[in-house]
């Protein structure tokens, strides 16, 4: 019989198909030689027998049992035993990647006991008690409890209580792990999981896998924090590390956009050992995939842990500028640089900007995190934006986008949010669907429940027409002059090789000449 598990070490055989596209990058990681806490996957197989029988698989108790055994064993720690106590993450991954839709859940086996005994070991019970409140947040929220900010564990129990009818949660580390594999693989068919399917033309039948994986804590001293980083920059391509980092804090800081984030390079200052152990992994991986790539990552205590790794995804003029430049590294060829970028992608080419932003009339600037202009309507919140948004342009406007927001995301026309860095979630994905955005605006304050937003002294109306400029930042009201940058000679270079490619140098425009190139070479583009 098929094993349900898989330890992720640099043997482990399977795709992302069966592992997950998450726990493939992991095996790769570890092939690199970079920092991987010990994990196992459970395999997309186990998600789709949950799914289609209601209860998880035979079998998988025992293998479970067995899998924490060996992270006991790689850790030196105890998963719900007396001892050092061992906290685990168990984090959805799909063959596809599906930023933020499905369930993550960090710090399980944190039991009253197991509490206790962390706040012992490291004299910090400040510490253990925020990393057991964020256990309970993650369940709570991924049970659709909607935890307030602030609350109380004893208020998050009965939220869980309540979400699970009547049941409570569970004190013992075992029980906790099968809940939270039981949420992971219940979360694949939430509505904004589906709704990203079809807007990514991903399968409905596919299943995710859960990575299970020893905990390290972002939240740990100040020393610790959590980041993303891209090798280079997701929006211009240039070759130079990119994202955001939060120090003392976990991963779900970052990505969540509820806290406001560092530029990567902090870490430079802050924590030297690790920015330069991060910049050397980031090249690594960039030569093996001969490619610009994506990593999440947690250093604890000064220690750098990889904790996801993946090519990274770039706007349409960073990915000609990256083709053509590693093309001129020797890094991939003139034919791998042409069949790289698509057709479709170089109708996003002449991004347009605000003509004239000081004479403007501006209402508040942030971090340009999609290039691109949007005008349309303020919406406030998901809902109005989606019943909106079939017949009129629409700006949504939000403190911070969630995974719940994603059908606000769709229908909106561009993006706008309060706090959150241009890795976290609204950024991440306004880029996969287009949308241009501007991220923390810090003197932003919106109000869904009166339907309002405040910036510069101002207050306005959900349905005021805003312009958003997401490569300079600003936010205007009304409908200001546009102007549109000619795209660089990168572009020419491009199409030039793609004309040799297809043999065809008759006069037409470019993404044409560049269709012509992937029929040549035997993948015509969509």
């Given at each position: 019989?098929?094993?349900?598990?898989?330890?992720?070490?640099?043997?482990?055989?399977?795709?992302?198909?069966?592992?997950g596209a998450k726990a493939h990058g992991l095996v790769l990681a570890h092939r690199l030689g970079l920092p991987v806490p010990p994990a196992f996957v459970v395999t997309t197989d186990a998600?789709r027998a949950y799914l289609r029988d209601g209860r998880l698989p035979g079998g998988l108790h025992r293998e479970l049992a067995a899998a924490v055994a060996r992270l006991e064993a790689a850790?030196?720690?105890?998963?719900?035993?007396?001892?050092?106590?061992?906290?685990?993450?168990?984090?959805?991954?799909?063959?596809?990647?599906?930023?933020?839709?499905?369930?993550?859940?960090?710090?399980?086996?944190?039991?009253?006991?197991?509490?206790?005994?962390?706040?012992?070991?490291?004299?910090?019970?400040?510490?253990?008690?925020?990393?057991?409140?964020?256990?309970?947040?993650?369940?709570?929220?991924?049970?659709?409890?909607?935890?307030?900010?602030?609350?109380?564990?004893?208020?998050?129990?009965?939220?869980?209580?309540?979400?699970?009818?009547?049941?409570?949660?569970?004190?013992?580390?075992?029980?906790?792990?099968?809940?939270?594999?039981?949420?992971?693989?219940?979360?694949?068919?939430?509505?904004?999981?589906?709704?990203?399917?079809?807007?990514?033309?991903?399968?409905?039948?596919?299943?995710?896998?859960?990575?299970?994986?020893?905990?390290?804590?972002?939240?740990?001293?100040?020393?610790?924090?959590?980041?993303?980083?891209?090798?280079?920059?997701?929006?211009?391509?240039?070759?130079?590390?990119?994202?955001?980092?939060?120090?003392?804090?976990?991963?779900?800081?970052?990505?969540?956009?509820?806290?406001?984030?560092?530029?990567?390079?902090?870490?430079?200052?802050?924590?030297?050992?690790?920015?330069?152990?991060?910049?050397?992994a980031l090249h690594r991986a960039e030569a093996h995939y001969r490619d610009a790539c994506y990593a999440e990552f947690t250093f604890q205590a000064g220690t750098l842990w990889i904790l996801?790794?993946?090519?990274?995804?770039?706007?349409?003029?960073?990915?000609?500028?990256?083709?053509?430049?590693?093309?001129?590294?020797?890094?991939?060829?003139?034919?791998?640089?042409?069949?790289?970028?698509?057709?479709?992608?170089?109708?996003?080419?002449?991004?347009?900007?605000?003509?004239?932003?000081?004479?403007?009339?501006?209402?508040?600037?942030?971090?340009?995190?999609?290039?691109?202009?949007?005008?349309?309507?303020?919406?406030?919140?998901?809902?109005?934006?989606?019943?909106?948004?079939?017949?009129?342009?629409?700006?949504?406007?939000?403190?911070?986008?969630?995974?719940?927001?994603?059908?606000?995301?769709?229908?909106?026309?561009?993006?706008?949010?309060?706090?959150?860095?241009?890795?976290?979630?609204?950024?991440?994905?306004?880029?996969?669907?287009?949308?241009?955005?501007?991220?923390?605006?810090?003197?932003?304050?919106?109000?869904?429940?009166?339907?309002?937003?405040?910036?510069?002294?101002?207050?306005?109306?959900?349905?005021?027409?805003?312009?958003?400029?997401?490569?300079?930042?600003?936010?205007?009201?009304?409908?200001?002059?546009?102007?549109?940058?000619?795209?660089?000679?990168?572009?020419?270079?491009?199409?030039?090789?793609?004309?040799?490619?297809?043999?065809?140098?008759?006069?037409?425009?470019?993404?044409?000449?560049?269709?012509?190139?992937?029929?040549?070479?035997?993948?015509?583009?969509?």
């Amino acid at each position: 019989m098929t094993p349900w598990i898989r330890p992720l070490t640099a043997t482990t055989e399977g795709g992302p198909d069966t592992l997950g596209a998450k726990a493939h990058g992991l095996v790769l990681a570890h092939r690199l030689g970079l920092p991987v806490p010990p994990a196992f996957v459970v395999t997309t197989d186990a998600c789709r027998a949950y799914l289609r029988d209601g209860r998880l698989p035979g079998g998988l108790h025992r293998e479970l049992a067995a899998a924490v055994a060996r992270l006991e064993a790689a850790t030196g720690r105890a998963f719900g035993r007396p001892g050092a106590p061992l906290a685990v993450s168990v984090r959805s991954g799909a063959a596809h990647s599906m930023p933020g839709m499905m369930t993550t859940v960090l710090n399980l086996g944190l039991t009253t006991g197991a509490t206790a005994r962390l706040a012992a070991e490291t004299g910090d019970p400040a510490f253990a008690r925020d990393s057991r409140r964020r256990l309970l947040t993650g369940i709570a929220t991924a049970l659709g409890a909607d935890p307030a900010p602030g609350d109380d564990p004893a208020r998050l129990l009965r939220r869980i209580r309540d979400r699970r009818d009547g049941r409570p949660f569970p004190d013992d580390a075992s029980g906790q792990l099968t809940l939270a594999l039981e949420t992971v693989f219940s979360s694949w068919h939430t509505p904004r999981a589906r709704t990203y399917r079809a807007l990514h033309d991903i399968p409905h039948d596919l299943g995710t896998a859960a990575v299970v994986q020893a905990m390290v804590f972002g939240n740990r001293d100040a020393h610790s924090g959590s980041g993303v980083a891209f090798s280079r920059d997701p929006t211009t391509g240039a070759n130079t590390p990119y994202g955001d980092v939060l120090f003392g804090h976990q991963g779900e800081d970052v990505v969540s956009g509820t806290a406001t984030t560092h530029p990567l390079p902090a870490l430079a200052d802050r924590e030297p050992a690790v920015w330069q152990a991060l910049r050397a992994a980031l090249h690594r991986a960039e030569a093996h995939y001969r490619d610009a790539c994506y990593a999440e990552f947690t250093f604890q205590a000064g220690t750098l842990w990889i904790l996801q790794l993946r090519p990274g995804r770039f706007t349409s003029g960073a990915a000609v500028r990256l083709a053509t430049e590693l093309a001129d590294a020797g890094v991939i060829t003139r034919r791998e640089a042409v069949r790289r970028v698509t057709p479709r992608q170089l109708g996003h080419l002449r991004v347009p900007r605000l003509a004239d932003p000081a004479g403007a009339d501006l209402l508040t600037r942030g971090i340009g995190a999609v290039p691109g202009v949007a005008t349309g309507r303020i919406a406030t919140t998901a809902d109005r934006a989606a019943r909106l948004g079939p017949g009129t342009p629409v700006i949504l406007v939000r403190p911070e986008t969630s995974p719940h927001d994603l059908h606000g995301l769709a229908a909106a026309t561009g993006v706008l949010t309060a706090r959150g860095g241009p890795a976290g979630h609204a950024a991440v994905v306004a880029r996969t669907l287009g949308r241009p955005a501007v991220v923390d605006a810090r003197d932003l304050t919106v109000d869904p429940g009166r339907g309002t937003v405040t910036a510069g002294g101002r207050t306005l109306p959900e349905g005021t027409l805003l312009t958003l400029d997401g490569t300079g930042g600003h936010v205007a009201l009304g409908a200001p002059p546009l102007t549109t940058g000619d795209a660089d000679g990168r572009l020419d270079r491009l199409l030039g090789w793609a004309d040799a490619l297809s043999g065809d140098t008759t006069p037409r425009d470019p993404a044409t000449r560049l269709a012509a190139a992937h029929t040549a070479l035997g993948h015509p583009a969509p």
